[in-house]
């Protein structure tokens, strides 16, 4: 395996959006948490841009950073949390027994993927740039996925028209 700049990057986004995760999910304050949470974004877009997936990085900013990330703050903002002593845990032996168990699932994962996949993707594909583009999105969803992605929108739908029965109702 050559140690060029595409590897260093992925390496280090790799590294980073771990870490940011890791920050994310023991910050007590749920801003803090929010802000790592933007910065594994960033680094989960880097490494769709390495794999070449130009049209999954744009929309995992657009979408994700856009969207989802703005009605966070708004969530955050609107329960106003304030005294943060409220949230103070006590570390018992349950948690430890969570954690400990925890690092031994996350050690057999790790072993189980790198003793599966060691050597067999050397090489990227010839055909990776284009699989990564709008139009081969596009014409995978409207062609082999066309059942499951309609399910989907239909399913989106009805969730929608759920929302708007149960909200009329709870104003009338």
């Known amino acids: 395996m050559s140690f060029n700049l595409e590897t260093f990057l992925f390496y280090s986004l790799a590294v980073l959006a771990v870490f940011s995760a890791i920050m994310m999910i023991t910050r007590r304050s749920p801003i803090n948490s929010a802000l790592f949470l933007i910065l594994n974004f960033f680094t989960t877009s880097g490494i769709y841009l390495l794999l ?62 790198f003793a599966g996949f060691y050597g067999k993707f050397d090489k990227i594909s010839e055909n990776a740039i284009n699989i990564g583009t709008a139009e081969a999105l596009g014409k995978e969803l409207t062609t082999t996925y066309s059942l499951p992605f309609e399910l989907a929108s239909f399913l989106l739908i009805a969730g929608i028209i759920g929302a708007v029965v149960l909200a009329k109702k709870r104003f009338e």
């Open 52 to 113: 070449r997936a130009q049209f999954i990085a744009i929309i995992q900013v657009l979408v994700y950073m856009g969207a989802i990330m703005v009605l966070f703050l708004f969530v955050i903002m609107l329960l106003n949390l304030g005294d943060e002593k409220s949230l103070k845990e006590v570390l018992g032996y349950k948690k430890i027994t969570a954690l400990l168990l925890s690092l031994l699932l996350m050690s057999l994962l790790g072993f189980t993927v």
